[in-house]
């Protein structure tokens, strides 16, 4: 069983404090960082005024950013899946050709043999 610890953040100038597992602690600060990050750049990239307006200004950023990485994903998934059906039907006829190979000459050594 995990045990918690409570860290103090700050973010946008702001102290907060955040349980979080022990071993999640590493994880938490880093995003704590880059939410920060991402914060100030909103509050400097925009009219938006108050912790609250920066903070939701944000998070539709964040959301759009990761919407747009899933859709990103999915297509080169789709990629990925065509690609590797193309390979399986290429060793499909690899096999194929491979076989007959095989069997003409198991013939021709029958009939060198004969």
């Known amino acids: 069983m995990s045990s918690?610890?409570?860290?103090?953040?700050?973010i946008l100038g702001k102290e907060y404090q955040v349980n979080c597992p022990k071993e999640d602690s590493t994880a938490l600060k880093k995003a704590v960082e880059y939410l920060n990050k991402k914060m100030d750049e909103t509050k400097q990239n925009s009219n938006a005024i108050g912790i609250d307006r920066i903070a939701i200004m944000t998070a539709l950023n964040l959301t759009d950013d990761l919407i747009r990485k899933d859709i990103h994903i999915s297509k080169i998934t789709a990629e990925k899946d065509e690609l590797s059906n193309q390979l399986n039907m290429q060793n499909t006829i690899i096999?194929?050709?491979?076989?007959?190979?095989?069997n003409a000459m198991e013939k021709f050594e029958k009939r060198k043999l004969s």
């Open 95 to 102: 096999d194929s050709v491979s076989d007959k190979i095989e």
């Open 4 to 10: 918690f610890e409570t860290i103090t953040v700050l």
